[in-house]
């Protein structure tokens, strides 16, 4: 107790701050997301994510050879003459991201790379899945075709892939069909705790994403339940998942504390789109500094238990670290 006891003895100078630290951020923690596009030459800023564009695969070596974060997670958004009803592009051998992760590997074998297995960006009504007659999102019929859509991407040479569907089953589908095509080395990071959230806006603008008619809060999680999210993650552990993931990341903190506690797989987060404007336009209006916020964000999350962090400020990140801004 007082005055025995001071807690600011250990807070007294930088190095005894740093001896005492719990949590460090390092570049080796992060996954920048990544937008591919058809064509040439194509590089297109995102009107709601100040920083971010999206790219045509012929850039993507110069790209990668650039990058200092040891992972990508890789997102294809096709035309909108190429979607249907059913997602079907997103299967296709020689697909957007397919070719995506060849251009990588092949500049940078050394790039970790991770792929998001989901069909919203390919189907003309933005759900994850086929549409019913009723209007229902068809669990089974979708979950054969993720499967597919992930064999797809794993035989490009992909080391990881990530179903953010929230279909039930998907895990073991997947699973399932890597390993019939031989694909036994390709990880799944399952989106294990994705919440029906606000947060994912700006995404959508940048995916061409949004659904054409109601919302995902029949697949999604409810923002309210925290057990329903833990028991959801944990199935997908049963399921055969390498990794769990937590998204959005700051407002879900507790969910990814619990999950910390309850499982033993690595746990990523996901600071979603939203989060990063949120940082971005409080910045560009004098309200907040961005760097000590978002290295702020980072390290909170890190502390809460992820072992990686999904950031669309992976690259800057790495650079503030390098350039020792990282205080
Ligand atoms: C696809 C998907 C979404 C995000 C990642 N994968 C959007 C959604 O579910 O609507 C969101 C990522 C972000 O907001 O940064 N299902």
Known sequence: MFPETRMRRLRRSEGLRRLARETVLTCGDLIQPLFVVPGDAREEPIASMPGVTRLSADLLEAWARDLKPPAVLVFGVPNEEAKDGTGSAALRADGLVPEAVRALKSAR???????????????????????????EVDNDAAIELLARMAAAHAAAGADVVA???????QVQAIREGLDCEGL???AIMSYAAKFASAFYGPFREAAHSAPSFGDRRSYQLPVANRREALRDALLDEDEGADWLMVKPAMPYLDVLAELRAESLLPIAAYHVSGEYAMIKYAAAQGVLDERKAALEA??????????????YYAQQVCEWLRNGEGG
Request: aromatic share 2%; proline share 6%.
């Open 184 to 186: 036994r080395n390709t």
């Open 298 to 311: 980072m390290l909170c999350i890190k502390r809460a238990g992820a072992d990686a962090i999904i950031t």
């Open 163 to 169: 179903p953010s569907a929230m279909m039930d089953g």
């Open 109 to 135: 074998p050394d790039l970790v790379v991770i792929t998001d297995v989901c069909l919203c960006g390919y189907t003309t009504h933005g759900h994850c899945g086929p549409v019913t007659e009723s209007g």
